[in-house]
């Protein structure tokens, strides 16, 4: 619900041409997104040694170190992204989509930076042994989708669809970090990240 209800709901609402500028732009960041979503699971088996030898302590190093390096990945994409927009357009698209150059490029360009929290604390929570307060986030998200997306979407188009796809994501990752806070309290420990 997420990702793919925009490419329903601007056809219906905005017209084609929208949906095939929410691609093109979505298309510029796939690399990143890409990049975070295989290393991602590769986490997985590393937090559960750590959770295993050194307990939530070495957890936490791992998922600080984890989300800063996703982090700075997507600083440095962000920056390439905008610094060299206007020859990105012209060469991938032949300045076809060159209106959507500014701003909804800027959300575009955040969405490697909202994906790499669900990814990171997502991944802890796998290792946590509780895979179902995962599923509770990303249901979160699709309501939000639901309520705030697919509104904004009918409304303004493209950037609606963008303020949708980011906001989702940011609200999965702050659900999946609640829940893994609240699992590490109940744990037993009381310095989570």
Not at 69 to 88: D, K, N, P, T, V
Not at 101 to 111: C, F, K, N, R, Y
Not at 113 to 134: D, T, Y
Not at 156 to 174: E, K, N, P, Q
């Amino acid at each position: 619900v997420t990702d793919s209800i925009y490419f329903i709901i601007l056809p219906a609402s905005v017209g084609l041409a929208a949906t095939g500028a929410l691609k093109a732009l979505l298309n510029l960041v796939m690399p990143a997104l890409h990049t975070i979503a295989a290393l991602g699971p590769l986490l997985l088996p590393i937090l559960v040694r750590n959770r295993d030898c050194g307990g939530f302590h070495a957890m936490n190093r791992t998922i600080r170190l984890s989300l800063a390096l996703f982090l700075m990945g997507s600083i440095c994409y962000l920056a390439l992204l905008l610094e060299f927009r206007l020859q990105i357009f012209h060469s991938l698209y032949r300045g076809k989509y060159a209106a959507y150059a500014s701003w909804p490029l800027l959300l575009v360009g955040l969405l490697p930076f909202a994906q790499s929290l669900p990814c990171v604390v997502g991944n802890a929570l796998g290792a946590l042994e509780r895979p179902s307060l995962g599923f509770w986030s990303c249901a979160g998200s699709g309501a939000v989708t639901l309520a705030l997306g697919v509104p904004l979407a009918c409304k303004r188009g493209v950037g609606g669809a963008l303020i949708g796809l980011v906001v989702s994501y940011l609200l999965m990752g702050g659900l999946m970090l609640y829940f893994f806070i609240r699992t590490v309290h109940r744990e037993g420990c009381n310095t989570p990240l």
